[in-house]
């Protein structure tokens, strides 16, 4: 029963512990993704929003946090797509740690802004 009992929060430390969730993109005129974490750093969304900007989209996290690592602390994005969609998402720290935020846009006109998880 010991053993058992022993175990409880060691299981819980592991589901607690934060996903392995590197930065994610894929930009194209077909097919544009942008997947962040708290393993995402300022440069990696820097660079990304302005090759975007070569294909019409426009993106802003000037109100995103960072550590003084560069990590992302706190997710503000917003986005404007080459044919005039637009959204905007938040997220904390916490959530950054378990799921992916950012978004996913298709030229035949779907798009998808906050948890990009799938």
Request: contains cysteine; aromatic residues 12%.
């Amino acid at each position: 029963m010991k053993t058992y009992l022993l175990l409880i929060p060691f299981t819980f430390l592991l589901a607690c512990s934060p996903k392995e969730l590197p930065t994610i993109t894929q930009l194209s005129e077909e097919k544009t993704v942008l997947k962040l974490s708290h393993q995402s750093t300022k440069s990696e969304m820097e660079d990304f929003a302005q090759r975007a900007k070569e294909l019409g989209f426009s993106i802003d996290f000037s109100g995103s946090e960072f550590f003084d690592n560069g990590k992302l602390r706190r997710l503000a994005l917003s986005v404007a797509t080459p044919i005039g969609q637009s959204g905007r998402t938040t997220a904390d720290g916490v959530t950054l740690q378990f799921q992916y935020y950012g978004f996913v846009w298709e030229k035949n006109g779907n798009f998808l802004i906050g948890n990009v998880d799938k």
